[in-house]
């Protein structure tokens, strides 16, 4: 990735050279790149990770660990970074600034902390955890060790739930009544768990199948745009049985703390998903709809439900670039705090114990 730092600046005054200097990021005033490490690479995600850390010139991935040593020798080569059978090894490097959690989930517990004992910095592939207790224990480690956190909740990136959420916070939706998000995929119909990735749909390991899987994404997004949740009801199950009992599909009813209805649907088993979002309130609507967005306001002059709104905001980087970003000193990137983070694991854990019980649960 190029930047304005990677560019040798020749400064004529020493005045001139201090205050750019004081304007940079430590990294950029001394040039040295940081140093990271990933700890396990079980993730379907993993791929695509290595490559957007590959392009930065800022970075240098040192290690990788996995308690699979060939996964670990396939992704190290991909990498150039030499694999490790003891993760101790990391944890004591004091090079090692930052770590890439990618492990099944099941692993996140044991490894956060240690990371958090370790004073590591961390990205951690969502979910954070297991259940809310041990994802609240893992908030907890890392906030103690005032520690750089972030996880791979992308959909914040998007220009068009930036601008809805900016919309929200500016009243233009009036009072907002009910909500609808959807996150759906092909996954199970294609495949896609059969070889590496099984893991990822056995709930034994991930903690979830694929409602859980895909729907944190849009569970963040809902609760990034309107507060926390109350309660509630859900209905999730298998399809196919393609991976066993492991659930396929879903969709929760949500009361959110403000008294907002909403709902969530999730699963592996749609060929198509046009139907993104629908918020709706007292002075304004909102719809995303094969990805074009169509909005109006009765406090909007100009706005249009009719035609696709593209008056958006520019579009973040990705949330890896985001906390790399921050490890190398950029202030104030928009990372999920490790609240958060747990937070959406308490209320998934709520969502498949209503479905067990068929009936309303309390997210606690």
């Known amino acids: 990735?190029?930047?304005?730092?990677?560019?040798?600046?020749?400064?004529?005054?020493?005045?001139?050279?201090?205050?750019?200097?004081?304007?940079?990021?430590?990294?950029?005033?001394?040039d040295k790149k940081i140093t990271v490490a990933f700890v396990g690479v079980a993730h379907i995600h993993t791929p695509g990770y290595l490559d957007e850390i590959k392009k930065r010139a800022d970075v240098q991935i040192k290690y990788v660990w996995d308690h699979d040593p060939k996964r670990a020798e396939r992704s190290a080569e991909k990498a150039g970074a030499q694999t490790v059978a003891d993760v101790k090894t990391i944890w004591s490097d004091p090079e090692i600034s930052a770590v890439i959690i990618l492990s099944e989930t099941n692993l996140h517990y044991e490894l956060v902390l240690a990371a958090a004992a370790a004073g590591k910095n961390m990205f951690v592939e969502k979910p954070l955890g297991i259940t809310a207790d041990e994802s609240r224990k893992m908030a907890g480690a890392i906030e103690k060790g005032n520690l750089i956190f972030t996880t791979g909740y992308f959909m914040r990136t998007d220009p068009k739930n930036l601008f809805l959420k900016g919309e929200i916070e500016k009243g233009n939706f009036g009072k907002i009544t009910r909500v609808r998000g959807s996150n759906c995929h092909n996954g199970s119909l294609?495949?896609?768990?059969?070889?590496?990735?099984?893991?990822?749909?056995?709930p034994k390991i991930a903690g979830v199948g694929a409602f859980g899987d895909l729907g944190t994404h849009k569970l963040d997004i809902l609760m990034w745009?309107?507060?926390?949740?109350?309660?509630?009801?859900?209905?999730?199950?298998?399809?196919?049985?393609?991976?066993?009992?492991?659930?396929?599909?879903?969709?929760?009813?949500?009361?959110?703390?403000?008294?907002?209805?909403?709902?969530?649907?999730?699963?592996?088993?749609?060929?198509?998903?046009?139907?993104?979002?629908?918020?709706?309130?007292?002075?304004?609507?909102?719809?995303?709809?094969?990805?074009?967005?169509?909005y109006r306001s009765q406090k909007i002059a100009d706005s249009d439900s009719h035609k696709p709104?593209?008056?958006?905001?520019?579009?973040?980087?990705?949330?890896?670039?985001?906390?790399?970003?921050?490890?190398?000193?950029?202030?104030?990137?928009?990372?999920?705090?490790?609240?958060?983070?747990?937070?959406?694991?308490?209320?998934?854990?709520?969502?498949?114990?209503?479905?067990?019980?068929?009936?309303?649960?309390?997210?606690?």
């Open 309 to 364: 709104w593209t008056d958006l905001p520019k579009s973040p980087q990705a949330p890896m670039d985001q906390f790399l970003n921050a490890i190398t000193g950029v202030k104030n990137e928009p990372l999920v705090t490790p609240q958060e983070a747990a937070a959406r694991v308490a209320a998934m854990q709520a969502m498949y114990k209503a479905a067990r019980e068929h009936k309303w649960v309390r997210v606690s």
């Open 1 to 30: 990735m190029e930047t304005n730092y990677t560019r040798r600046v020749f400064i004529k005054t020493t005045g001139a050279a201090a205050l750019v200097a004081a304007a940079l990021p430590v990294w950029a005033q001394d």
């Open 225 to 294: 745009l309107l507060g926390g949740i109350d309660s509630v009801a859900a209905e999730i199950h298998p399809v196919t049985g393609r991976y066993g009992d492991c659930d396929e599909t879903g969709e929760a009813l949500i009361r959110f703390n403000n008294g907002i209805i909403g709902t969530l649907a999730a699963g592996w088993v749609d060929i198509e998903d046009p139907v993104k979002l629908l918020i709706s309130g007292t002075e304004g609507q909102a719809f995303i709809v094969n990805d074009q967005l169509f």
């Open 190 to 202: 294609g495949g896609w768990f059969d070889t590496e990735w099984r893991w990822m749909a056995d």
